[in-house]
């Protein structure tokens, strides 16, 4: 949940779900509240992908679901782009994977929209793109090159942990998969607020080296300058821990990271224990449900999708709704 909030997504593709059809609403109500979802359970009974998209923000429609994929279409309320969308999640074999390339296929040839095709298809395209296992051979390679051949589809361009459209993170603590973002719609800029110190800052133990070390940095020019520059060097470092999967120093670094997953827990409690201001609370209670649920509310709250313009009719854009309060308070205090 962590996740969805800090990355402000609309749609989400789920592979691999662990979940039961019978259990899956109440997952929904409890994790997704207000959030629509379709899935391929009526088609395999693992229910092997699970879509799901905020209905403020999209409009999804179902196109078809089979075992192995998920097509539907997607327009964004406030940019109106419209989109196809393809969730996959391939068999592990290559005769079993081939009812797959045949329905992308099939579904390519009647696409009148853009089309992106995202998931896991349990296949590269390149023999470099996998490290560790048996080598990639030829006839591996060869149904999927030819699906591409004949849809048009091809790599989009990437950041993270491959070479941006496709930003691929790092996977984590209970899983080897990465999560993918991809960012097609507009993207609204979001409105700056107050700095804020959280608690568990304080417990790290690099915590006074570290303030200590960049309290006295000088770096010339404005505060605005000093962030930026920060945020750039951050975005590098990042890049060159994700551009070298086979070097063993990042490998150990990764696994040392796995071994810190319970620290980084409890500083997640903390921070969601002082995010939802609530004191009655023991510091013991993990409080999952409880504290996600305040800061959704709290999140909602200060959300405004839609209004009402003076002509009657509503609106979802962030400029319009923006003027429409502007001319309000205007008229107001004129």
């Known amino acids: 949940m962590n996740f969805l909030r800090h990355h402000k997504l609309d749609v989400i593709g789920v592979l691999e779900t662990k979940l039961v059809e019978a259990t899956l609403p109440k997952f929904i109500r409890t994790w997704f509240d207000g959030w629509k979802y379709t899935c391929n359970f009526h088609t395999h009974p693992n229910g092997r992908i699970l879509v799901l998209w905020n209905p403020t923000t999209v409009i999804l429609e179902e196109l078809d ?19 196809l969308a393809s969730f996959i999640y391939g068999y592990h074999t290559v005769g079993s994977r081939k009812p797959l390339w045949d329905n992308l296929i099939s579904f390519g040839e009647n696409c009148s929209l853009p089309w992106i095709a995202i998931g896991d298809f349990n296949n590269v395209l390149n023999a470099n793109e996998k490290c560790n296992g048996k080598d990639v051979t030829s006839k591996k390679l060869k149904d999927f ?26 996977s984590g603590c209970l899983s080897d998969h990465s999560p993918c973002i991809v960012s097609l719609l507009d993207v609204i800029a979001n409105i700056n607020r107050p700095f804020q110190f959280f608690n568990m800052w304080a417990s790290h133990t690099d915590f006074n080296d570290l303030v200590a070390t960049n309290w006295n940095l000088y770096v010339r020019g404005t505060k605005q300058f000093m962030l930026s520059k920060a945020k750039e060097d951050l975005e590098w470092a990042q890049l060159q821990l994700h551009d070298g999967p086979t070097n063993v120093d990042l490998q150990n670094f990764v696994a040392t990271m796995r071994k810190q ?31 996600h649920d305040l800061v959704k509310r709290n999140k909602k709250r200060n959300q405004i999708v839609t209004v009402c313009k003076e002509d009657g009719l509503p609106t979802t854009s962030m400029d319009e709704i923006a003027k429409e309060f502007k001319m309000f308070y205007e008229c ?3």
């Open 65 to 83: 679901i089979s075992p192995q994929v998920i097509h539907c279409s997607i327009t964004g309320k406030v940019s109106s782009v419209s989109l």
């Open 261 to 291: 997953s319970m620290s980084l827990s409890e500083a997640e409690r903390c921070f969601y224990y002082q995010k939802a201001k609530c004191k009655k609370l023991n510091q013991s209670d993990r409080g999952t449900k409880f504290f």
């Open 332 to 334: 107001l205090l004129a």
């Open 145 to 170: 090159e030819e699906c591409c051949v004949l849809t048009g589809l091809t790599d989009l361009r990437s950041m993270g942990c491959l070479d941006g459209m496709a930003n691929f993170l790092p």
